[in-house]
């Protein structure tokens, strides 16, 4: 049946792989499942039923993209688009996170709309290929902040902005060594060596009583305090078409970027007559709809997939081990909560490094060409933004392909997007 419905021959992998990737992903990104109900319990939303909602967000979501899209890339709400979610739309200017709930259902339906129509897809294809290089290795950039500042390697300092850290605390030494065990396991081939690299920390960590294990089995708390409370006509006055314009930019964006992204990693096909990004796409926009109605922030395809890819994943048989597995720690919250961040640290650094080999399909020759990429690189993880990042490359391609009197290699979809950026930063510099 699992050969039927993924076509493991055809992608070269097996059930053994595929389950063992998807395993890999999940314990990349379960940080969500304690960071996005921390996050948005500021909005005065119920803990316990945000937690619930996290999961079955991200648990339908894979699944969908598992069922419809046969990719290896699994969903969940957003890092980035929480914290728009909590601290600017209901934080800062003072929305209900009901009607922010209603702003993300409204985004999630234009979404699907753009998906259903060709237009998002049309907006992907208008992409030169140095840009969606830079695309792939800005995220790389973005996934190696992530994972060295998990590890304590890298720091906030009020001087320089970022600073190194105490590389004699001892969850930054495991995550040294995991990285270092996790490239030595790669470089045999063994499989599934992220997620021994993973399991050798977080054993390592219990070992050396750094890391308890916080029992086993809880029961799932209930979903109804967050369960269909968006507010939909309260989010449709004017107060809020920015908002909903900066939410449809980074969900494209964001979403579209890492679904390339991995699916490039993975050798899958974006381009071609058998490319199935269309599905993919189709089923990130409705994983948005059914993560509002759920009571949860923006759903989204995941950077941390990339881990999985790495692993092994090819098919959609690892997306839905993800939904499987979010589905379990339901139960089995106190035992997920065992792996420390720190074990999943060099799992995510290392990914970040095989990511950096995009660089070289940049057109370095071509000064049009390269410092947009450029631009588009190094704004991700700066400004800690996969969207700002986006909006440099956008806007500086179309305004240097201009300036060299080489306009007319801009595709109408470069033009738009980049007219949309400026118009989101000179009118709505808030809603970024």
């Not at 304590?152 to 040294?176: C, R, Y």
């Not at 939904?323 to 909560?337: I, N």
């Not at 071509?366 to 588009?376: F, G, H, I, N, Y």
């Not at 986006?390 to 806007?395: D, K, P, S, T």
């Amino acid at each position: 049946m699992l050969e039927k419905l993924f076509k493991l021959q055809e992608h070269n992998t097996s059930v053994r792989t595929e389950v063992v990737a998807g395993i890999t992903t999940f314990l990349t990104m379960a940080y969500i499942i304690f960071v996005n109900p921390e996050m948005l319990s500021t909005t005065g939303m119920d803990r316990n039923a945000v937690f619930v909602a996290t999961c079955l967000a991200a648990a339908l979501g894979s699944l969908v993209m598992a069922l419809l899209a046969n990719w290896p890339v699994a969903m969940a709400p957003g890092m980035g688009l929480n914290a728009f979610f909590a601290f600017t739309i209901v934080g800062a200017m003072g929305y209900t996170w009901q009607q922010a709930l209603g702003a993300v259902f409204i985004s999630g339906v234009i979404f699907v709309i753009l998906t259903a129509t060709g237009i998002r897809r049309w907006l992907i294809d208008g992409i030169p290929p140095s840009l969606r290089s830079a695309i792939v290795a800005g995220l790389g950039l973005f996934l190696a902040i992530i994972a060295l500042g998990n590890a304590g390697i890298v720091v906030a300092n009020p001087a320089t902005k970022v600073g190194l850290g105490d590389l004699h605390a001892p969850g930054t030494i495991l995550a040294i060594i995991g990285f270092f065990v996790i490239t030595a396991l790669d470089a045999f081939r063994v499989r599934g060596a992220i997620l021994l690299g993973i399991l050798f920390v977080t054993v390592a960590a219990m070992l050396l009583g750094l890391q308890d294990v916080n029992g086993v089995f809880s029961a799932p708390p209930s979903l109804l305090p967050t369960f269909l409370q968006l507010d939909v006509m309260g989010a449709l006055h004017m107060g809020f078409v920015h908002v909903i314009l900066a939410l449809v930019l980074v969900e494209v964006f964001d979403a579209t970027g890492t679904l390339i992204g991995v699916a490039r990693r993975a050798g899958l096909d974006t381009e071609g007559p058998r490319s199935r990004l269309g599905r993919a796409l189709f089923a990130d926009s409705a994983a948005i709809v059914g993560g509002s109605l759920l009571g949860t922030s923006s759903t989204t395809a995941y950077l941390e997939s990339a881990t999985g890819v790495q692993a092994g994943g090819r098919t959609g048989l690892t997306a839905l081990t993800v939904a499987v597995l979010f589905l379990a720690v339901l139960f089995l919250a106190p035992l997920a909560a065992s792996v420390p961040a720190y074990a999943t640290a060099p799992a995510i650094l290392y990914v970040a490094m095989l990511m950096m080999r995009e660089l070289t399909d940049i057109r370095w020759d071509d000064v049009s060409e390269a410092v947009p990429a450029a631009l588009t690189t190094v704004m991700m993880p700066f400004t800690y933004s996969i969207a700002t990042g986006l909006a440099f490359g956008f806007i500086s391609h179309v305004v240097i392909k201009t300036l060299t009197a080489r306009a007319r290699e801009v595709h109408l979809a470069m033009w738009v997007v980049a007219a949309l950026f400026v118009v989101r930063y000179v009118f709505f510099p808030e809603g970024g």
